[in-house]
C-alpha cells in the first residue's frame, strides 16, 4: 500500500500542566519526519522514522519559549486495504528547553490518497539447475558419416565408403576411388591409369623362330640344339596361352616313304625336349612330319641338303606393356 520510503508532516495543539506545578502551558509543536518501511511479505509492516520539528510553549506565567527538536521513532503498520492501514508508534525526541529526553506513543489510521497501489511482493525464485547450454546441430549434407565443418571432400556420391576425411578410400593411391577401381593394385606412379582404375596397355605382336638342323639320316639331338630349344621354352612359358607346332623336314636322299618317317621322329625330339626337359605341357606341343616335301634349299648340292634336314618352329603372340605418362 505504502512506497518503501515516505515523507510526512505532522502537527499538533494540546494543553498541559508543567510537572510538580500548577502552572500550565498551551503547546504547539510540528515536525516533519523521513519513513522507511521493511518489506515482510504479508500485510504487518514495521518501518523506523527519523524527524525534526519545533515545539511552542504559551506558559499561563511569564514569556513564552520556542524549542527545536530532533526524534527518532519505530512503529508497524498492518494493511486492512489497499489504502487503509492501521498504525502505531513510539518516538524519542527532545523535549523543551528543559532538555529533557520525551517519549510519545500513538496509535491512528493511515488513508492513502491518490497514487498507484502498492506492487504485489515479489517471490523469491527458488534455485533451480542451470539451463542446459544449446546443443550445436552438426550436419552432414553428403550422408557420408563426416561432418560438413571436417569434410575436406563434400559431395561424396551415396554409397561411397570414405575415410576420416570423408574422401572417397583409394587404397592404391592411383587417383580412382575403390568403389570403382577395377585394378586395386596398381602402383606404378609411371603408367597411365583409366578411368577403371586399371593400366592402359599397349600391345604389339611378338614371335619366335626355331631351326635346328640334323646330321644325315638321324633324328638324334645334338648338342648346340638345346641352347635353341631353351629360347622357344622361355617364350612358350612368358605367353603361355600360346602353342607350338614343330616341323619336321628332310633332303631327298631316299624313298620317299623312309623320308616321311624320318622327318616325324626328328620333330618328335624336339617336341620331347620341350616337354620333359623345359617342362612345357604336353597340351601345346604338337610335332608333324613333311619328309622331303617342303625343302629350303636346293638337294643338288650337300650344302643345301644339309639345310633341308632341319626342325622348325614359329610362335606368334600379342604383347602387353604398360603405357607411360606422357
Known sequence: MTAPGAFELLYSKLSS????????????????????????GGKLRPYVSVGLGRAEYDFDVGPGDDDPFPSIGVGVKYDLSHRVALRGDVRVFNGSGLEEIERAASVGLVFVLGGSERPAPVKRAEPSEPAPMPVAVRIDSDGDGVFDDEDACPGTPAGTVVDRRGCALDDDRDGVPNSRDA??????????????????????????????????DSSAPRPDHRKEVARLASFLKEYHQTLVVVEGHTDSKGSDAYNQSLSERRANTIAKMLVEE???????????????????ASNDTEEGRQKNRRVVGEVSATKETIRKQQ
Request: hydrophobic residues 35%; glycine residues 6%; charged residues 30%.
Open 17 to 40: 500542566n508543567l510537572k510538580g506545578s500548577s502552572i500550565g502551558a498551551d503547546v504547539s509543536r510540528w515536525e516533519i519526519d523521513a519513513l522507511y518501511h521493511f518489506e515482510s
Open 278 to 296: 623345359f617342362d612345357i605341357d604336353s597340351d601345346r606341343v604338337s610335332a608333324i612330319g613333311y619328309g622331303e616335301s617342303r625343302p629350303e
Open 183 to 216: 585394378c586395386p593394385d596398381t602402383t606404378n606412379r609411371q603408367a597411365r591409369i583409366d578411368e577403371t582404375g586399371c593400366y592402359v596397355m599397349l600391345k604389339e605382336a611378338v614371335r619366335i623362330q626355331l631351326q635346328v638342323e640334323f646330321d644325315f
